[in-house]
């Protein structure tokens, strides 16, 4: 998002001929609210990947200062009219992950940590429904706003290139008509990249990676006390594959 942000930021401003930094500004300060949220959230599933993996493998390990607070840094984060970007509700939610994290790694006995994530099963459903908000319309987004971030990211860079595009096809076409083709073919190129990151495109994907890890976190939390110790294994294991298939869904997301 970053960089295809300001490839069109700077596109504005040559082709505005603009002597001002809003459009650079615009993307510092997506990425200052809605971008450090995409990011937190993903820490979190980070961290809880490699939980349950080490808890599969009865290992032990310890939790990262920053993942400990980012339960505080999602609820200082505001949108552009001063509004706590995240509900408070959904921030329960990332604080109760991120202790179900640090009793996993304080567990004496691995029955016990099953235990922990057990108990959170649903927090942890509510941090998965919290970043499929980020990208995808849902029912009772735990963001504020009715838009996810992420499609208005794309709404906002997609208006700005048609009004450059609109200035290459005018006056500058008539003015400069080689560098006025050039450029077009760099908003031409930005509109492929943004239309992949349509509704259909990446933040389906992504959705889809999201629901599969909450199918399995339903399927732990029925079946994850009864299991002897090496199907309870293998269903550790399983869970923490698709946690890690969420943040996998979304690093295929950058390149």
């Known amino acids: 998002m970053d960089t295809l942000c300001l490839q069109r930021a700077e596109l504005a401003i040559n082709v505005g001929n603009r002597d001002d930094d809003v459009p650079r500004q615009d993307c510092k300060n997506f990425k200052a609210a809605e971008g450090r949220l995409g990011q937190y959230t993903l820490d ?29 840094s ?14 408070p509700e959904s921030v329960g939610a990332v604080d109760k992950v991120v202790n179900l994290i640090a009793d996993i790694a304080t567990a004496k006995l691995r029955r ?65 008509p080689i560098r006025a083709r050039e450029l077009r073919t760099q908003v031409k190129d930005l509109r492929v990249q943004l239309a992949a990151r349509g509704p259909t495109g990446i933040p389906l994907r992504i959705g889809e990676a999201i629901d599969t890890w909450k199918t399995s976190v339903d399927t732990f939390k029925q ?21 890690k298939g969420v943040k996998d869904a979304i690093e295929a997301a950058r390149n």
């Open 44 to 72: 979190v599933f980070d961290a809880l990947s490699t939980a349950l993996n080490n808890l599969a493998d009865d290992k032990d390990w310890s939790l990262s200062s920053d993942i400990s607070n980012v339960g505080t």
């Open 74 to 87: 999602i609820s200082n984060l505001k949108d552009k009219n001063g509004v706590q970007l995240v509900k």
């Open 112 to 176: 016990d940590a099953v235990k922990h994530v057990i108990a959170s099963s649903d927090s942890m459903k509510e941090l998965g429904d919290l970043l499929k908000s980020f990208f995808v319309q849902t029912a009772t987004a735990p963001i504020s706003g009715t838009t996810p971030p992420y499609q208005t990211w794309i709404e906002i860079n997609q208006i700005s290139l048609d009004g450059i595009d609109a200035a290459l096809a005018g006056v500058l076409h008539k003015q400069e």
């Open 223 to 243: 079946e994850g006390l009864e299991s002897d110790p090496k199907t309870l294994y293998t269903q550790l294991r399983e869970l923490a594959k698709t946690t």
